[in-house]
């Protein structure tokens, strides 16, 4: 960032990398112990994947809404309600958790308050991305915003691996009487939530109304997919924070339809086996849902970290076409899914869930390229909004379906998801083409 002759540009985007980093791993951290804490409350799985379900549908709907207020109301404003909807949320979830754990509600009816938790986060917490991105806009040249905006989006990815990986170590005791156990991820990372919001108070200055220079009249945040385990960024976002904003063009149209079906069966396949995940683990091993988080958040690790792999190491490295990268990606996933739904030892769980997800990595920006690439520079905007679209799209039905593909036979997400991704291989193979 741009600085004014001192270390408070570098500052400022630290605090900004972090307020980003938090929104992501508090999400994961909670979604890793999800799974652990429905069984122990004797709630349905399908209520459990309908409490990420229906908070990735109000981020997608309301992420648009805010990113395009943004600049009206003031970039600070925004980030504020971000995280205050975030810190509300989970210290909500949290308690009405808590109130389950000592039996004081019934398990179900102790998910029904904790889906109207998550609806806050869904609602408010999307405020925060879009506004993070035009404030690093706005402070950086053009020259710089891309590689700046780049790295601000390589948080979200930081956290898919940081959030499960604290969970277990999050797990609380009692506080007096009161039993707290599986709920304390929520309120740790309430806390942090607390503590960015000081922090943003406190360090980044209130820009209404934005009195921004010729220079940076243009910059602008864009709609985040939502940060779920397993969603790294796709770079669709830069994009649409870096381009000007012009003709739209249709889902399907013809131009990109190749790519937009790749990325819309990718994104399923990932949202509903990563669901499911944690279900798995407990029902493959047969542990205890209270011995489980620490093996859960293992495999959610290892798949996190073989995306990011992907994408900030072997993609570079490779150098291969969009073409070249869902093909490679889509055979990886197709092996790794069917394989996760066939393992019974953690070691051949987290491997093969980590195969799975390395493809997962390579699709995500090879569908990304392509579909840039198929258009002109006047829809590259209108473009990176589908693609963003459809990377939130996979959250909203994926897990439920995966769930419902759980309760029929533990293998069959994972056998639905590698056919899938085998068959569109093949037509893959066939009807994509590199610009």
């Known amino acids: 960032m741009r600085r004014d002759g001192d270390r408070s540009g570098d500052a400022t985007f630290a605090l900004l990398f972090t307020v980003m980093l938090t929104i992501a791993a508090g999400n994961t951290a909670l979604q890793s112990v999800l799974p652990a804490l429905g ?41 504020q309600l971000g995280l205050a909807g975030y810190a509300i949320s989970l210290t909500l979830c949290g308690a009405f958790l808590v109130a389950g754990i000592n039996g004081w509600i019934g398990g179900a009816a102790a998910f029904a308050l904790f889906i109207l938790g998550r609806m806050i986060y869904g609602v408010l917490g999307a405020a925060a991305p879009p506004a993070v991105q035009a404030l690093v806009a706005s402070r950086t040249t053009r020259d710089e915003r891309t590689k700046a905006l780049t790295l601000l989006a390589s948080a979200f990815g930081l956290g898919t691996i940081l959030g499960p990986a604290l969970a277990p170590y999050l797990v609380l005791g009692h506080v007096g009487p009161v039993a707290i156990g599986l ?16 922090a943003v108070l406190r360090r980044l200055p209130d820009d209404r109304p934005a009195p921004y220079g010729t220079d940076t009249d243009d910059a602008h945040g864009a709609a985040t997919a939502y940060p779920s385990i397993g969603g790294q960024s796709s770079g669709a976002s830069v994009t649409a924070a870096t381009a000007s904003p012009g003709a739209r063009i249709g889902m399907f149209d013809a131009r990109i339809r190749g790519w937009t079906v790749a990325g819309l ?15 798995l683990v ?14 859960t958040g293992l495999v959610l ?34 092996a790794g899914t069917l394989l996760t739904g066939r393992a019974t030892t953690l070691p051949s769980i987290a ?9 997962f990595g390579f699709v995500r920006p090879g569908f990304t390229a392509g579909s840039s690439l198929a258009v002109g520079p006047e829809l590259q905007a209108s473009v990176a909004g589908k693609v963003t679209s459809i990377s939130g799209a996979g959250f909203v039905l994926g897990p439920s379906l995966g769930v419902a593909l759980y309760g029929v036979a533990v293998p069959l997400p994972y056998t639905v998801a590698g056919l899938a991704c085998a068959l569109l291989l093949v037509l893959g193979w066939r009807g994509l083409h590199d610009a």
């Open 39 to 79: 069984r122990s409350l004797g709630v349905r799985d399908a209520e459990v994947a309908l409490a990420f379900s229906i908070s990735a549908l109000l981020w997608v709907l309301a992420a648009p809404f805010w990113a395009h207020r943004s600049h009206r109301h003031g970039r600070r404003a925004m980030i």
């Open 183 to 198: 709920a304390g991820p929520g309120f740790v990372f309430a806390l942090f939530g607390v503590a960015m919001l000081i």
């Open 265 to 279: 069966v990718m994104a399923h396949a990932q949202a509903m086996t990563g669901q499911v995940i944690g279900f």
């Open 282 to 295: 407990i029902d493959r091993l047969a542990l205890p849902p209270a011995e489980a988080l620490g093996p």
């Open 301 to 334: 690790m290892m798949g996190a970290g073989a995306a990011l792999l992907a994408q900030w190491g072997l993609i570079p490295l490779l150098n291969l076409r969009p073409r070249a990268l869902v093909l490679v990606g889509l055979a990886l996933a197709a």
């Open 351 to 359: 491997t093969a869930y980590a195969l799975a997800s390395l493809g």
